[in-house]
């Protein structure tokens, strides 16, 4: 598992999100653009070869395997690559997390990249953020891992501006319970429990190495 510390300021911090945040929300936009557009053949082919040039300038220079979690000296977190709050993952829609005390909540908009049943949100995305405002919900610091997750579909959620909220039930050794759900404007459209542990290694006194 890969979290690695990086020897830069704050400065160097913004410069990156400022650098890397616009590419990302470009190609959100070109992702919804690819779903969405009716332009004639050979416009698709243009830009076909347009994205594939572009692809490969970027492939020019780049790390092996995924991004990882990256923190700099003074404890800030850059977990870029995650796929529900990268800044720099096209496919994170990408939400950001509020926390208030024992609670989390993020309002966020899901568009057509989401969608499974005709103008609805893919359940398995609904499970995605889900997933993941549980778990951060389930700790402000140390990395809780997801043991089991619940949910209760009680209708279909539209694709649009959407809020998910979580807040910590009871907490029993390693383990915290959460619960939270997914509304639309009309209410809860998703229920959820989740079950996170502290995985060994981040425990106290352990000398376990993350695998
Ligand atoms: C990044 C920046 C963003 C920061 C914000 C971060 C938010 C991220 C949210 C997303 C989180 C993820 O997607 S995490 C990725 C998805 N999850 C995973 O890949 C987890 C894979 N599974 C595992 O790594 C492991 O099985 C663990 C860590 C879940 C548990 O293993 P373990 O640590 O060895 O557990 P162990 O000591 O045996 O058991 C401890 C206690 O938990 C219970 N227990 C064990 N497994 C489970 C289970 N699956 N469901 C329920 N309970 C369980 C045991 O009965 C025991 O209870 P008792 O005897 O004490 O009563």
Redesign the pocket.
């Known amino acids: 598992m890969r979290f690695t510390a990086e020897d830069i300021d704050g400065h160097e911090v913004a410069r990156r999100e400022a650098l890397y945040g616009p590419l990302a929300e470009a190609v959100r936009e070109l992702v919804d653009a690819t779903i969405r557009t009716e332009v004639d053949a050979a416009a698709v082919q243009e830009v076909e070869a347009t994205v594939r040039a572009a692809t490969a300038r970027l492939r020019d220079r780049q790390i092996d395997g995924a991004f990882g979690?990256r923190y700099t000296e003074d404890g800030r977190?850059m977990?870029w690559g995650?796929v529900v709050?990268g800044l720099r993952n096209p496919i994170a829609p990408p939400l950001t997390v509020h926390r208030e005390r024992d609670r989390c909540w993020s309002e966020f908009t899901l568009g057509a990249a989401y969608e499974g049943p005709p103008g609805h949100v893919h359940g398995g995305i609904c499970a995605l953020v889900l997933?993941?405002v549980l778990?951060?919900a389930s700790s402000p610091e140390k990395?809780n891992?997801?043991?089991?997750l619940t949910l209760r579909y009680r209708r279909a959620t539209p694709l649009g501006p959407l809020r998910a909220e979580a807040r910590i039930d009871r907490v029993?050794?390693?383990?915290t319970y959460v619960v939270g759900a997914l509304s639309d404007s009309d209410g809860v459209t998703v229920e959820a429990e989740g079950?996170f542990?502290l995985?060994?290694w981040a425990r106290e006194g352990s000398t376990t190495t993350p695998t």
Do not use: E, L
């Open positions: 979690v977190i977990p995650n709050i997933d993941h778990g951060s990395p891992f997801t043991g089991t029993d050794g390693v383990k079950v542990i995985p060994v």
